[in-house]
């Protein structure tokens, strides 16, 4: 094994051992990154000198939760000093002047941050083909997506060019490239992780997490980053349990609910045979599958395309080239607006400003906007009903595996269904996770999603630990050669 | 025909609040440009507003103090438009769930009073500034007013004249300065007015359409500017013709309104519930413990003015119309000044010298305890009521002491009879006409020899000895 194949639990023991070192450990990650990323373009902007810096200051006897751990953050997440560009024209220069809570918070835990990772402009899209700076391709097929937003973020962790990154989540942003990639990918309960210094794309969806090598780091990852921040009016003001501690607790008993909703016409056969397994083999551990209904499930992607872009078309009227950013001259003020705007934004960026600004408008708030809201309360009180029976809801993340580049980009309805399974775990605000659970028979990884209750990651934890602990789906790693050849 | 005018008015107020409404920066005024400014305030990318809790209690005390029902769930509201000095692209305000609603206020105007109706007062973050000048063919951008705390009062549209809106915005203006929350001034702009005005036909129940008037910064302008306003709207229906609704701004050098945009023009602001916002939650606890702090309000005190200190009416009032005037008033009376002789001396000589150089109470350096020493001087006869006149605008002007300024200047009254019969007869033997028109009963003379006799003893004879020893002179 080489050391840019470990996982956070590899590194840390072998870093507090003494048996590497931080900088050992980043100068690894950033060799594979030269030897891989040309392929895959995970990568916005590397961070290498600063990175190796860092780790030169880590003592091995160190404090740190997690020292020397290299980790990639998702370009829409604000770093101080340090390019973030939310993979856009609007904002390919902008550096920072203050640091995201998240980032905050790695560094003191003596985390590295080797980079940003390439994403859909502004997090809107599921295939990270929306990128102002190029595609990101899958490292199990490189003629695929990685799935989206946080495509970026997901291909670095599957092709081993970081120890784990972070994404964000606003309907299905981490799960679905999570699934499409082989990685496992954790939407914490909206609230449980700061927003300070992520750039705003739906406000009232958004939440950062952990994209990770397997279940345990995704743990010890939402340790680091989870918790109440004065500097977010909506991070809840709750006690952060230790989400590790549960990990390996036995699942015998644990209710499964199975949404009907969620199998139905439509849905990759190969993908329904793996997740149908994948419950077969939770049963077999001692949980009990339960049908369930969700039965508001069929409005939640309309309901989200008119909430999401409402924000969207609010959250994004910052960029208007008077302070910061992009600026195109014009000849009078609104002149320059449109210039700017023109310019900045990517063809998704604006559908999305001018459906929001269009639902958002006088005389039609009533019938989109105000209705979306009541649908998402309606999804919320499915959820909680359901959650009346069962402990953990399982489903597949995605309809489909990793579908190929260009496929999609020219129908947006399409694209929109990419994120079918994973959207209403948003608009619930409930907590979300995809670990792999097979492969297709052109060897892409499939996703199995498991939803908990509000502020109750350790359960989905503990039932996809257990999961995870007796496959070995998780083990399985892209081979470049193989892929190369594929081309 | 008879028309009569219907007025809704809207008020800013900018709160006394330390910081802005989402950030830490300082709200102080006139500070170099962008100097009170971070990630926030200008909207960097990624940043979140954490609501100001003071602002939020500023909004309710004031809305405790105009009858307001306090709403136990509000929440903030972004209203969407583009413009440089509004770092965001929207504005966080408040839409459809405000802090207070359904309040009123007493107002009196030529005798009347009236309940003005207020529909609601909310919260909301201020704009920057743009600036035009010394930029060349550029603007330039001050953003250290960006996200300073406002507050927004909106009454009925109950009030029905030009003077009824100027009385409405004083009352309003004295009540902010009563509790503490808007310093109220005018001309910086802390406390702004805009009106909705219509006309009707009296006796008709349906609204006129409404013009929307802004840049009023004093009461003066509120009134003339509505006057105005409502004459134009009177000469348009007159001439057969239509009001068009749209938004007119006072010009104060010409004392007329003018068009600034029209219907058409407006924007659609497209408010939403802000998502970066949590609801503001009042329970009856926090509205009890604002309650407690509230200080005393104007009508209450004025009250209190007529039955404590034995006030007429109109004493108690002017004494009530501000907090500091007031709180000078009550501290003189602790300190043993006679209520009556300190309102009146407060309401005389001291508001004209204040009015003199257009200062506030506040801004004077003169101290009770030194109206008090002044009183003091007379009660004991040490003075004349003339004389204290003088020695009043003297302590005014140098904060120096009553019996400090009577000493220096020798002021003291001359009460010794034998003194002042000397000067008497001085004065009588030098005007031996004038005795004799005097006992011939031109008995008006009498004050023509005071006044001889207080200009040769330069004001300091006690004005009672003078008298009685002059009638006995002239009648012996």
């Known amino acids: ?87 856009s024209r609007m904002l390919e220069d902008f550096i920072p002047p203050y640091e995201s809570t998240v980032t905050k918070k790695l560094k003191e835990q003596g985390c590295v941050l080797i980079g940003k990772t390439n994403l859909d402009e502004f997090a809107m899209g599921s295939s990270t083909e929306n990128s102002a700076f190029g595609h990101t391709k899958n490292p199990w097929d490189l003629a695929r997506v990685p799935g989206g937003s946080s495509g970026g973020s997901a291909a670095a962790v599957a092709a081993d060019m970081c120890i784990a990154a972070l994404g964000s989540d606003t309907g299905g942003s981490i799960r679905q490239p999570a699934s499409f990639s082989g990685v496992v990918g954790l939407k914490p309960t909206y609230g449980r992780v700061s927003r300070y210094g992520l750039v705003a794309f739906a406000s009232s969806l958004d939440q950062i ?127 320059m607006y449109m210039n700017t705007r023109e310019a900045g934004f990517g063809a998704e960026v604006k559908r999305r400003i001018i459906l929001g600004t269009y639902a958002l408008s006088s005389g039609y708030y009533d019938a989109y906007y105000r209705k979306a809201q009541q649908v998402r309360t309606l999804i919320k009180q499915d959820f909680e009903k359901a959650f009346e029976k069962v402990d953990v809801i399982v489903t597949p993340t995605a309809p489909t595996p990793a579908f190929k580049a260009g496929e999609k980009t020219d129908d947006p309805l399409q694209m929109y269904l990419a994120d079918i399974f994973t959207i209403s ?29 509000h502020f109750d990651e350790e359960t989905i934890l503990k039932a996809a630990y257990a999961y995870e602990q007796s496959t070995d789906w998780h083990m399985k790693k892209p081979d470049f050669k193989e892929v190369e050849s594929k081309k | ?66 009858n307001c029902t306090i709403a136990p769930y509000s929440r903030f509201a972004r209203k969407n438009y583009f413009y440089p000095d509004l770092p965001k692209g929207y504005q966080i305000s408040q839409y ?63 009030i029905r004249s030009p003077l009824e809106a100027a009385e409405f915005v004083k009352k309003l203006r004295a009540m902010v300065r009563y509790i503490g929350v808007c310093d109220g001034n005018m001309e910086q702009g802390s406390l702004r007015c805009d009106a909705n005005v219509s006309i009707r036909p009296v006796g008709q129940k349906e609204f006129g359409t409404k013009t929307e008037i802004k840049n009023m910064n004093s009461f003066k302008y509120v009134e ?14 007159n001439e057969g013709g239509r009001i068009i609704q749209e938004t007119r701004l006072w010009n104060t050098a010409k004392g007329i309104t003018e068009s600034m945009r029209s219907k058409e023009e407006a924007h659609d602001y497209r408010y939403f519930p802000d998502p970066d916002l949590v609801p503001v939650k009042v329970d009856d606890q926090w509205i009890e413990q604002l309650k407690s702090q509230l200080v005393e309000l104007p009508d209450a005190r004025r009250q209190r003015f007529t039955s404590q200190y034995g006030l007429p009416e109109q004493d108690a009032e002017l004494l009530t119309s501000e907090r500091a005037i007031a709180e000078w008033f009550e501290q003189a009376v602790k300190l043993g000044g006679d209520p009556k002789s300190v309102s009146n001396w407060m309401m005389g000589e001291f508001m004209r010298l204040l009015n003199e150089e257009g200062k506030q109470i506040e801004e ?91 200009k040769a003893t330069k004001g300091k004879a006690n004005p009672k000895v003078l008298n009685e020893l002059l009638k006995k002179k002239l009648s012996s």
């Open chain 2, 1 to 66: 025909m008879n028309y009569e005018a219907v007025i809704g008015l809207e008020i800013h107020a900018q709160l006394l609040t330390e910081s802005k409404m989402f950030c830490g920066c300082s709200t102080k005024f006139g500070s170099e440009p962008n100097t009170q400014t971070c990630p926030v305030c200008i909207g960097m990318p990624g940043v979140l507003p954490v609501a100001n809790r003071k602002a939020i209690e500023y909004v309710i005390k004031t809305g405790l103090a105009v």
């Open chain 1, 425 to 453: 775990v948003n608009l619930a605000g409930v907590p979300g996770i995809s670990l792999p659970c097979g492969f297709t028979s052109a060897n892409l990884p499939v996703g199995l999603q498991m939803i908990g209750k």
């Open chain 2, 224 to 237: 003339k500017a509505l006057d105005y306003e409502i004459k134009r709207q009177i000469k348009i229906l």
């Open chain 2, 364 to 454: 004077s350096e003169l101290r009770p305890a030194q109206l008090v020493g002044l009183l003091k001087m007379i009660d004991q006869n040490i003075i004349s009521g003339k004389i204290a006149k003088t020695v009043f605008e003297e302590m005014y002007k140098t904060g120096k002491e009553a019996d400090v300024i009577v000493k220096q200047k020798g002021l003291v009254q001359v009460s010794d009879e034998g003194e002042i019969e000397k000067i008497v007869n001085e004065i009588l033997e030098k005007n031996p006409k004038e005795v004799e028109r005097f006992r011939a009963g031109e008995e008006k003379l009498l004050g023509f020899f005071a006044g001889q006799i207080m």
């Open chain 1, 209 to 335: 997490g952990p994209i990770t090598k397997n279940v345990k780091d995704a743990a010890i990852l939402l340790n680091a980053i989870s918790g109440h921040d004065l500097c977010d009016s909506t991070s809840a003001n709750l006690a952060v349990p230790d989400f590790t501690s549960v990990l390996g607790r036995d699942i015998k008993g644990m209710k499964l609910g199975i949404p009907n909703e969620y199998f139905r016409e439509g849905m990759d056969r190969e993908v329904e045979q793996s997740v149908t397994q994948a419950i077969r083999h939770l049963e077999s551990l001692g949980a009990i599958p339960i049908e369930i209904s969700l039965p508001h499930t069929g409005y939640a992607v309309a309901a989200y395309y008119i909430l999401a872009t409402s924000e969207a078309s609010s959250n994004l009227a910052r960029y208007d080239g008077v302070k910061y950013g992009l600026r195109v001259e014009g000849k009078d003020l609104l002149d």
């Open chain 2, 96 to 158: 459809e769930l405000p802090i207070c609603e359904h309040g009123f206020v007493k107002i009196t105007a030529n005798g009347e009073t009236r309940e003005i109706g207020l529909t609601r007062i909310h919260l909301e973050e201020d704009a920057g500034k743009n600036i035009h000048e010394g930029a060349g063919s550029h603007s330039l951008v001050d953003l250290n007013r960006a996200g300073t705390p406002l507050m927004e009062i909106v009454s009925e549209p109950d």
């Open chain 1, 1 to 87: 094994m080489e050391l840019y194949n470990f996982t956070i639990e590899d590194a840390r023991a072998a870093i507090k051992k003494g048996e590497i070192s931080p900088v050992e450990l980043s100068e690894a990650v950033f060799k594979r990154i030269e030897a891989v990323d040309s392929r895959v373009h995970a990568f916005i902007t590397l961070n290498k000198q600063a990175a190796l810096k860092a780790a030169k200051e880590i003592s091995p006897d160190t404090r740190h939760g997690l020292p020397g751990i290299p980790v990639a953050i998702k370009d829409n997440i604000c770093t101080e000093g340090l390019k973030t560009t939310c993979a």
